[in-house]
């Protein structure tokens, strides 16, 4: 049982370019998320789903796609980087009806944009 | 929408000590659960605590507690015989019983000193 696993670790993008963050559970966890964490800022919710074929907005989603075709996966894309999106990346995923809403934690990504 | 704030950004303490970490958020829901996740250097996600806003009793994990005054809407995190390993960020999380979001503080940079 790997729980939520994140690629890739580390990430260097120019401006303009595109790229996918990957993340992967194997819990069967109905409820998967992204989240960015900005130094001063703690982490903010980009984009969730609560199912496959589900997603939807958080609090900072502009710049970022999702989509959710399995149970298990949930890519976040970066269609067009900006400097702006330098930053630590987390992926998260709970059971629905969990106790205490727990949510587990990928190990998370970095990216840098030039 | 939920707030929560952190407002000690860097906190000190010596090993063997006891520290408090002050987390207050706003909410106008009855029910909700609470967290406090500590992030050590790894950068690694781990829950440290978490409370039932409807439970009155304090949560205790062994050397750590936490104060919930709900009128007060307040939830500090206390940290018993501090631990070279201690020494992370901390972060204080709310959710709403209803929902996946998880919102976080800032965080608080806390040290260990030997």
């Known amino acids: 049982n790997a729980g939520v696993t994140q690629t890739p670790k580390f990430q260097v993008l120019k401006t303009g370019q595109s790229m996918t963050l990957q993340c992967a559970q194997d819990?069967?966890?109905?409820?998967m998320s992204w989240y960015r964490q900005d130094p001063g800022m703690g982490l903010r919710l980009i984009h969730y789903?609560?199912?496959?074929?589900?997603?939807d907005q958080g609090e900072v989603p502009n710049g970022y796609n999702v989509s959710r075709s399995t149970t298990e996966d949930f890519p976040l894309r970066l269609l067009s980087a900006a400097p702006s999106q330098t930053s630590v990346y987390f992926c998260?995923?709970?059971?629905?009806?969990?106790?205490?809403?727990?949510?587990?934690f990928g190990p998370g990504t970095r990216l840098t944009v030039l | 929408a939920q707030t929560v704030t952190q407002s000690q950004p860097e906190m000190s303490v010596q090993e063997a000590e006891t520290v408090t970490l002050s987390c207050t958020y706003d909410?106008?829901?009855?029910?909700?659960?609470l967290f406090w996740y500590k992030q050590p250097p790894s950068r690694q996600m781990i829950l440290v605590i978490r409370q039932e806003a409807y439970k009155q009793q304090n949560a205790t994990e062994n050397r750590f507690s936490v104060n919930f005054q709900k009128a007060a809407k307040s939830f500090s995190l206390k940290i018993s015989d501090s631990q070279l390993g201690d020494t992370a960020m901390y972060f204080c999380a709310f959710s709403g019983a209803g929902s996946y979001q998880l919102t976080f503080g800032k965080g608080t940079k806390l040290s260990v000193i030997p």
């Open positions: 789903s609560v199912g496959a074929g589900i997603t």
């Open positions: 909410t106008s829901e009855n029910n909700y659960y």
């Open positions: 998260a995923s709970m059971r629905r009806g969990a106790s205490y809403n727990e949510q587990f």
């Open positions: 819990m069967n966890h109905e409820y």
